[in-house]
């Protein structure tokens, strides 16, 4: 079994290392140039597109706002990688890994920009709202049908059931440290306890649908974040006096200045980016299906939105991490985890630490488990899954749920960091030709931006764009102006006139949801 794991992982650092992570680089360098640095220009705006008034869906509820959007795809990015994922970092690459962490979000902004935008531009009805994601943006945008049902196998498989798994075996994990450190003992027993109320918390939650997702989703990131923040807080506080050195350790190994036994600067820029990555999720293809759900009035509110949420995980959760655990000096080249985060804590904070750290990683990986639930669904959608497989689909996650509270991953998250990159290759490549599309509506988002109006989009201000199903005739009126101060809930898509569809769009793909199998 380690000589396969030490195979896997020997490939999987080969194929980042030379092949993925220079070609985010690539394309994000050139999406942050193209788009005038979006995602630092129009800062200010995404704190405010967040706070947008969902529409009315076709059964009579409210659809996704963007804040629910946004908590769905938070709840899956700010997961037990923001403990686990950012302490290895330091303890393999050094300090300076954090800097590189931070310089990769920022220039990541934009790749997540271009993707939720496309993923909001070619969403499709259903009853309930919108979903969508790359694998529409494949088939309605590059018309790539295959290339969208290999990426929605891909991410099903990898987030729905891999990480999910991973996520339940964290938790398990974190309830058998407390359980330990009460004297109370742990093993398989307390084990199989903590799988089945996991599984049966999971259950209550999947089997609500998307809504029920995004309320449990709203409810939890704000807390978990909030608690966590405090806790880094009281920390940095009680040792402030440590600030200085710790803020000086991090770019004087980003930059070479002192070398760590992991191999100085190298290893930091190599670490730093790469869990950066797996943090933020920017570029990879799972945040859009969350940003597609969204109810706003122009697609590149949600692109916004969907970068903040780059900043929110990485620029915020994790330096949280980065001081804690740079607070406590950690022995570098060792093979970190979640417990180089709990020793920081505990020799901050005592041992109640702990148990507070024990919680929160309960909230980080609970919601994780949701958010990555929800990706499979929208892609089996997509894969025109009926309702009876999307029952097995649900008994299969919570399975994955259980079987991962009691049994070592190792293996398998290695096979899931493998799966993961081919998952984002497969975006990056659609992604790439699809910018210039993301930009179109960039200039005009920007344009009634500069004119202080709350930017509107419809498909007859560009008709030319085929395969769009939300947004309108592209025959239709344009839409009206609206002043920047009143904001507005946008119109609901379903009253818009769908456009036939044309023996030139090939087959349907997932349909529309809603039961007109005619239209797109």
């Known amino acids: 079994m380690n000589v396969l794991n030490d195979a896997i992982v020997a490939v999987n650092d080969f194929f980042w290392s030379y092949f993925l992570i220079p070609l985010l680089i690539i394309l994000a360098v050139y999406f942050t140039i193209r788009s005038g640095v979006v995602q630092i220009r129009l800062l200010p705006e995404m704190f405010r597109v967040i706070r947008g008034a969902p529409g009315v869906a076709p059964d009579g509820m409210r659809e996704i706002s963007s804040f629910q959007a946004f908590a769905i795809s938070a709840a899956s990015r700010v997961g037990t990688g923001n403990i686990v994922g950012v302490a290895t970092a330091i303890v393999l690459g050094g300090p300076g890994a954090i800097f590189w962490m931070w310089l990769m979000a920022t220039v990541l902004g934009s790749a997540a920009f271009v993707e939720s935008t496309l993923a909001q531009l070619y969403k499709v009805r259903t009853a309930t709202g919108f979903r969508g ?189 980065a001081f804690i655990v740079l607070i406590g000096e950690p022995e570098y080249g060792t093979g970190g985890g979640a417990e180089v985060t709990q020793t920081a804590l505990q020799g901050s904070l005592g041992d109640w630490s702990i148990h507070a750290l024990t919680v929160i990683l309960f909230l980080l990986a609970f919601t994780s488990i949701l958010g990555n639930y929800y990706y499979g669904e929208s892609n089996l959608m997509f894969l025109a899954a009926d309702a009876r497989y999307m029952t097995y689909f649900r008994w299969a996650v919570l399975a994955a749920v259980f079987i991962g509270s009691i049994a070592p991953l190792t293996v398998v998250w290695s096979l899931a960091d493998v799966s993961m990159g081919v998952m984002a290759t497969i975006n990056l490549l659609a992604i790439a030709p699809l910018s210039a599309v993301a930009f179109r509506l960039l200039a005009d988002y920007s344009r009634q931006y500069r004119n202080g109006l709350d930017p509107q989009f419809t498909l007859s201000k560009m008709p030319d764009l085929r395969n769009v199903e939300c947004w309108g005739d592209p025959a239709g009126a344009l839409p009206e102006d609206v002043d920047r101060s009143e904001g507005t809930a946008p119109a609901d898509p379903a009253e818009s006139s769908p456009r036939p569809r044309g023996p030139e769009d090939g087959p349907e793909g997932g349909g529309s949801g809603d039961g007109r199998p005619g239209e797109r």
Request: charged share 5%.
């Open 133 to 321: 994601g790359p694998a529409y943006y494949m088939l309605h945008g590059l018309g790539q049908r295959w290339m969208g049902a290999l990426f929605a196998v891909v991410i099903t498989v990898t987030f729905s059931l891999v990480f999910n798994s991973v996520q339940a075996n964290s938790i398990s994990g974190a309830v058998g440290t407390s359980s330990d450190a009460f004297g109370l003992g742990g093993g398989l027993l307390l084990a199989v306890v903590v799988g089945i109320l996991l599984t049966a918390l999971v259950a209550l939650v999947i089997f609500g649908g998307v809504r029920r997702i995004a309320h449990v989703a709203q409810a939890l990131v704000p807390l978990m974040a909030v608690a966590y923040i405090l806790l880094g807080l009281a920390v940095v506080v009680l040792n402030i006096g440590e600030v200085p050195r710790v803020i000086g350790d991090i770019f004087a190994s980003a930059f070479g200045v002192r070398e760590f036994v992991s191999g100085g600067v190298g290893a930091a820029i190599v670490q730093g980016m790469r869990r950066g990555m797996f943090s933020n999720e920017a570029g990879l293809g799972s945040a859009p299906n969350a940003g597609a759900t969204a109810s706003v009035s122009h697609p590149a509110k949600q692109g916004l939105v969907q970068c903040l949420g780059v900043y929110f995980d990485t620029l915020l959760i994790c330096s949280v991490t």
